[in-house]
C-alpha cells in the first residue's frame, strides 16, 4: 500500500464519531435492525429488513432522515411528525424515537470505549499540536463521548442536536462538515475529514476538505472511494504507524 499522507500536516482533522472514533455505529446498526424488523413484520412490508438497508440508507444520516429515506426505499410515506412525538406514534418521528430508545438502553448498559488505534490517532494529534473536531449526525453524540471518556479533546462537537437547531442539510449535504469548520476557525481547503459513512464521505467531499479518509467498517473501500475518499483505511492505527 502506498505510504499514507500526514495528519499532521492539515490545519485540523474533522472526524465522525459511530464508527470512527467509537464502535457506537455497532450498537446503531443492532438498535436500527431491531426496531425495524419489528416495524416491518407488523406492518407486512417486503422486503425485510437487512444490514445492507443500514449503509444505503441510515449510515451517517440524521435519525429521522434516516427513516424517511429507508421507508421510501419500501414506497411507504408517513407523516413527519415532530420530534416530541411518543414512540407509539406511526410518523416519521416516532419511528425514529423508537430506535433511540433501544440505542440509549445499550449503551446505558453496556457503556462504550473509543478504538485503541483511533485513540492512538487522537494522542499523535494532539502531541502535534493539530485541531480535532467531531461531526455527527446522531443527538447522542455528546452522551458518547462523555461514556466513551474523550469529550475534553474536543472543542467542537458538531452534531444532530445544532443540525436540527440550525435547519442544517443531513449527510450527504456538506452543510455539518463545513459548519464544523467554521466553529473551528479553519478552511475546509487546508483540513482533513475522516468517516466510515458512504453519505459522510460524500458530505465532507461535497465541502471541498483537502483530504477525505474513509475507514473501511463494512461500507467497503471500493464503495467509500466512488463517495469521494481520497485514501481508505481499515483502522486509524494505520495513520500512526
Not at 36 to 45: C, G, H, V, Y
Not at 171 to 186: H, I, S, T, Y
Amino acid at each position: 500500500m502506498d505510504s499514507l499522507p500526514d495528519l499532521t500536516d492539515y490545519d485540523a482533522v474533522l472526524f465522525d464519531l459511530d464508527g470512527v472514533l467509537t464502535p457506537t455505529a455497532e450498537v446503531h446498526m443492532h438498535a436500527w435492525e431491531t426496531m425495524f424488523t419489528d416495524l416491518f413484520a407488523a406492518w407486512e412490508i417486503t422486503p425485510p429488513y437487512t444490514e445492507r438497508d443500514y449503509f444505503d440508507h441510515l449510515d451517517g444520516k440524521k435519525r429521522y432522515d434516516g427513516v424517511a429515506a429507508l421507508l421510501r426505499s419500501r414506497d411507504i410515506e408517513v407523516p413527519w411528525g415532530d420530534p416530541s412525538d411518543p414512540v407509539t406514534a406511526d410518523t416519521v418521528c416516532g419511528i425514529g424515537n423508537r430506535k433511540n430508545v433501544v440505542f440509549e438502553k445499550v449503551l446505558r448498559d453496556e457503556g462504550i470505549a473509543p478504538y485503541p488505534g483511533s485513540l492512538a490517532l487522537l494522542d499523535a494529534l494532539a502531541a502535534a499540536g493539530t485541531t480535532v473536531a467531531v461531526v455527527s449526525s446522531s443527538k447522542n453524540a455528546e452522551e458518547v463521548l462523555q461514556v466513551a471518556g474523550i469529550r475534553d479533546r474536543f472543542t467542537v462537537v458538531m452534531d444532530g442536536v445544532i443540525a436540527e437547531r440550525d435547519h442544517l442539510a443531513s449527510k450527504p449535504a456538506p452543510d455539518v462538515f463545513v459548519e464544523a469548520a467554521r466553529m473551528l476557525g479553519v478552511d475546509p481547503a487546508r483540513s482533513a475529514a475522516v468517516e466510515d459513512a458512504l453519505s459522510g464521505v460524500a458530505s465532507a467531499s461535497a465541502g471541498g476538505f483537502a483530504l477525505v479518509v474513509g475507514v473501511d467498517r463494512g461500507a467497503g473501500a471500493d464503495a467509500l472511494r466512488d463517495a469521494g475518499a481520497d485514501v481508505v483505511v481499515h483502522d486509524l492505527e494505520e495513520f500512526t504507524r
